[in-house]
């Protein structure tokens, strides 16, 4: 069985939480030792150990558990968002999603839905990996849009993120610390209803703070 079955069928808090403490473990040590490993040796980061433990923090991993219940209603026929468009501000999200399917990858201008896959987790990179790499890699704007109204969707996301005070330095934005970005997220999504991102910190950029 797997996580999200385990987690469904669990009728007992506690043991919810015991499951998803140590799945977070496992995943941690995927993203660290595997995938940030990999990407950092293919963009020649040189990073120290000390480097590496603030921007990849165990302390601000974060795991959420979503349900994305069945809609009745019918004006939301056949236009059942799960998630609105949005890039995760992390540096590497792992996600675990049911068969259900929904999540959709923006490429160019089209969206592109991602086929769930048994026992896969799928990766996403976030916007404090975009900037680290230079916008060498990106951070992809995605979201969930289920297509079958009348099933419940589950999934599992885990975020690896900086610490609060870890100074994110890049030659395309201004050095800035993962905090100071959350806070600006915050701030454009109470004030214009959306997140700017990595533009508040780009010289380049009308958005330019
Ligand atoms: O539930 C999903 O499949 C996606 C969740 C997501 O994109 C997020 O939490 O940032
Ligand atoms: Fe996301």
Known sequence: MNLISCLKFTADPPSSLVLIEEYGRHITRIAVS???????????????????????????????????????????EGEALGMEVHTDSSVISILKEDETGGLE?????????????????????????????????????????????TRERHSVCYFVSPQRDCVIKSSN????TYSEFEAQVQADVQSLGTKVGLHRFSPKSPLFL
């Open 34 to 76: 595997a995938l940030f490993e990999a990407i950092a040796q293919a963009l020649n980061l040189e990073l120290s150990g000390d480097q590496r433990s603030e921007l990849l923090s165990e302390s601000t991993g974060l795991i959420r558990v979503y349900r994305y219940p069945q809609s009745s209603s019918v004006e939301a």
């Open 105 to 149: 990858i923006m490429k160019g201008e089209e969206w592109l839905r991602v086929k769930p896959v048994a026992d896969t987790l799928i990766i996403n990179l976030g916007d404090m990996m975009k900037a680290i790499s230079d916008d060498e890699y990106k951070s992809v704007k995605h979201r969930v849009k289920k297509k079958d109204r």
């Open 173 to 176: 934005y201004k050095p800035f």
